[in-house]
């Protein structure tokens, strides 16, 4: 399969511990984007890469939440001391292109948080 | 900031019944999205729309965007069930990012 993955598909957690998800893009794309989603609403935009840079940050995002994507490739978001309004779905997307206009992104299958 | 409305949030229909969802921006869009979430699913790319009153086909579907660039509308004629799910518009508001409408969810009957 060469879609995007993501691991765990869930995660349960208590509130205070900290989690982290892992990424895989499709291997050709340069852009990586993390997204949130909760019930009944579109994918909230996070955090995104190119390449290795993390160009852009959402103001919603938290001191407590860092992204990384160390060689280009796959990526980690880390969540440090999870509150209970981190239970969401989180969703990582792919695409290509280099230049300033947008291509479709293909999502993973999400990781599925659950803070108790 | 960027706000991009969706409506309906639900539509429920027969099967064979046509739907329309329609989406709208605050601001002029460089181009938009449309995305498919199948029930416990990740979204998934239908089509991009870039020019200024652009229609664009595949099979039953029929997406539109508007002259001012800030609307724009999914019309599935004669749903069938493997139409349900929920249907995101999404704007770039800048360089890669995508800013989600709420979504339709549409549910059909058959």
């Known amino acids: 399969d060469t879609g995007v993955s993501q691991d765990p598909r869930h995660k349960i957690t208590k509130r205070g511990q900290n989690v982290t998800f892992r990424c895989d893009p499709i291997?050709?794309?340069?852009?990586l984007y993390w997204y949130r989603q909760t019930l009944g609403q579109g994918p909230e935009f996070l955090t995104y890469?190119?390449?290795?840079?993390?160009?852009?940050k959402s103001r919603l995002l938290s001191d407590r939440f860092s992204a990384e994507r160390p060689k280009g490739s796959f990526s980690t978001l880390e969540i440090q001391r999870t509150e209970q309004g981190d239970s969401a779905m989180y969703l990582c997307?792919?695409?290509?292109?280099?230049?300033?206009?947008?291509?479709?992104?293909?999502f993973g299958p999400g990781t599925r948080l659950t803070v108790t | 900031g960027q706000q991009v409305m969706q409506i309906p949030q639900y539509q429920h229909v027969q099967e064979g019944e046509d739907f329309t969802t329609y989406c709208n921006s605050s601001?002029?869009?460089?181009?938009i999205q449309w995305y498919k979430q199948r029930p416990g699913g990740h979204p998934v790319f239908l089509i991009q729309?870039?020019?200024?009153?652009e229609v664009k086909k595949q099979k039953r579907l029929t997406f539109q965007f508007g002259e001012a660039k800030k609307n724009s509308s999914l019309h599935i004629t004669a749903t069938q069930t493997t139409d349900v799910g929920t249907y995101f518009c999404?704007?770039?508001?800048?360089?890669?990012?995508?800013?989600f409408g709420q979504g339709t969810i549409l549910t059909v009957h058959p």
């Open positions: 997307a792919s695409s290509s292109g280099p230049g300033h206009g947008s291509y479709e992104q293909y």
């Open positions: 291997s050709e794309h340069n852009r």
């Open positions: 890469f190119q390449n290795e840079a993390q160009l852009e």
């Open positions: 601001t002029t869009l460089s181009n």
């Open positions: 729309l870039v020019k200024s009153g």
């Open positions: 999404a704007g770039p508001p800048s360089y890669g990012k995508l800013t």
